[in-house]
Every structure is written in C-alpha cells, then in structure tokens.
C-alpha cells in the first residue's frame, strides 16, 4: 500500500525559504522508473504542477519557478525534500506530494497536502 | 509549454444524468492524458490515464476518450458521491500543465 504524507511548517514569512518534506512508504525511490512529485493549488484555485525526481536523480522543475526550487531524495529514509525560497504570499497554498510510476508524469498516488501560508 | 482547457468550466446536473467533460491541449499530446477528480479539502485522485485507462478501483461509470488535442470525460450515470471537481493534466512532456477544471455540482 503505498502513502505519502507532506510535512513542514504552516506558517512562512515573505523572503523565507520554505522547506517540505514528503515521507512515504509502499515503495522505494531506488526502483526503475519510480518518481515522486509536488503540486500545489492555491486556495480556491487549480493544480501547478512544480518538481519531479525520478529514482535515477533525473529532477524536473517547473519552469517559471526553476529558480527558486530544489528538489532532493533521500532513499534511505523514504523522504523527498523541496525547498523554495524568496516566498511571497502568492505562494500561499495547499502542497501535495504524490507518486508517479514508470517514468510517467501523471501522479497515482497523492499525500493529503499540506496549507502553507505566506505571512507577514 | 503545453496549454489546457477546459469546458464547461462548471455545471449542474442531476443523480442518473450522464455528464461529459471536454479538454483541449494547445498542440498535440497523444493520449498522455490523464483526469482527476477532487472534493473539499480532499487531494486529487486519478480516475483515468493514457486517455482511456480506468485507474484501478474507479467504478466503471468513468470513461475516457480522445487522442492528439481533444479528449473528454464521460460519467454514464451521476452518482451522489461523483460531485466534485475534475481535471485534466498532460504528461506528455515537462512542465506537466493542469487544466483549469470543471465543478460538477446538483442541479
């Protein structure tokens, strides 16, 4: 049975750099094709699609928000960390963790998410 | 990057109607096409993939159809628990893009 649960703070301040991390289990970040990837969907509004890391560290950004990304896998203790930084209260949001399988980009399995709020 | 829309953006409809959903992408993706329905304070779940491929444990009333930039889903027969909002996503290629949505709500 595979999970995934998003964690981190709620609360950020504007130009802070958000860190959070998704810990799963059903699965290991160390089989071929396997991925894991964060969304986020602000309130009342729809999915952005942010970051992928594959199992062979191939990583994928979105675009506009390249710059202020990272995203990291630690095998060993089932986790993916992304970290953004300069965040402003636009990036207030909900943030979803989820699986994707066979080097796909669709996303069959999904954390609960988490509220981040940008806040001064 | 890959566009999507959506249509209609939100409609209501009654228990045993059947409901269709339509989305575009702004060039051709094949059938790397996936739906996703979300209610209130809930995560996405993936109901269909590769356009046409019922996710398993998603009740047979979901269909997908479509290829290249067309592509729809199809509810057979509303059910209480089916009000909700869907989306659609191409995974054709990075940046993954969502579409905006269509609320499904009782009439």
């Known amino acids: 049975q595979i999970t995934l649960k998003e964690s981190g703070p709620t609360l950020v301040k504007p130009t802070q750099t958000l860190t959070l991390t998704c810990t799963f289990s059903?699965?290991?970040?160390?089989?071929?094709?396997?991925?894991v990837g964060w969304i986020r969907q602000p309130p009342g509004k729809a999915l952005e699609w942010l970051a992928l890391?594959?199992?062979?560290?191939?990583?994928r950004y979105s675009p506009s928000l390249k710059s202020r990304l990272t995203i990291t896998k630690d095998t060993s203790k089932n986790q993916v960390v992304l970290t953004m930084t300069n965040m402003d209260p636009v990036d207030t949001a909900t943030y979803y963790c989820a699986h994707t399988p066979l080097t796909t980009y669709y996303f069959d399995y999904w954390g609960q998410g988490t509220l981040v709020t940008v806040s001064s | 990057d890959i566009q999507m829309t959506q249509s209609p953006s939100s409609l209501s409809a009654s228990v045993g109607d059947r409901v269709t959903i339509t989305c575009r992408a702004s060039?051709?993706?094949?059938?790397?096409l996936n739906w996703y329905q979300q209610k209130p304070g809930k995560a996405p779940k993936l109901l269909i993939y590769?356009?046409?491929s019922l996710q398993s444990g998603v009740p047979s009333r979901f269909s997908g159809s479509g290829s290249g930039t067309d592509f729809t889903l199809t509810i057979s027969s509303l059910q209480p628990e089916d009000f909700a909002t869907y989306y659609c996503?191409?995974?054709?290629?990075?940046?993954?893009?969502f579409g905006p949505g269509t609320k499904v709500d009782i009439k």
């Open positions: 590769a356009a046409s």
């Open positions: 059903g699965f290991s970040l160390s089989t071929s094709g396997v991925g």
């Open positions: 890391i594959y199992w062979d560290d191939d990583k």
């Open positions: 060039q051709s993706i094949s059938s790397y």
């Open positions: 996503q191409q995974s054709y290629s990075t940046p993954v893009t």
